[in-house]
């Protein structure tokens, strides 16, 4: 089995998730605290990460974890990755064509028996 496939077959969301939060908060500690993880547990998440990917994404010190050139290169894809994923969420909660769209609305008791009838004829 190649590289590629290994990768593919092996890598999960956690993997995109965590390397995308260390990306964008510049340090482990800051990533860990934005996924309610241990900062060794998204230490070993990124190095499976690494080891899946085969290159060393992350250079991390002292200062924060900063990314190396493939690291770059493999953040436009994870993000949109999981982008891709976000939106296909969001289109489950889409009105399927031709059906009526729902609309709940509260109003106070006073507002429904005065203006409530007339704003509700405006908008249909």
Do not use: C, W
């Not at 993997?15 to 995308?20: P, S």
């Not at 507002?111 to 509700?120: D, K, N």
């Amino acid at each position: 089995m190649d590289k590629n496939t290994v990768f593919s077959q092996r890598i999960r969301l956690r993997h995109l998730h965590a390397f995308v939060a260390v990306a964008q908060q510049g340090t482990l500690g800051r990533a860990a605290e934005t996924l309610s993880l241990s900062q060794p547990a998204l230490s070993k998440t990124l190095n499976e990460l690494e080891e899946l990917a085969g290159a060393r994404l992350l250079d991390r010190g002292r200062s924060g974890a900063q990314l190396t050139t493939a690291g770059e290169q493999f953040l436009v894809y994870a993000v949109k990755v999981l982008d891709a994923l976000n939106h296909a969420a969001q289109s489950f909660n889409a009105p399927a064509p031709g059906r009526p769209v729902i609309i709940r609305l509260g109003a106070l008791t006073t507002a429904a028996m005065g203006m409530l009838p007339q704003i509700l004829n405006r908008f249909h």
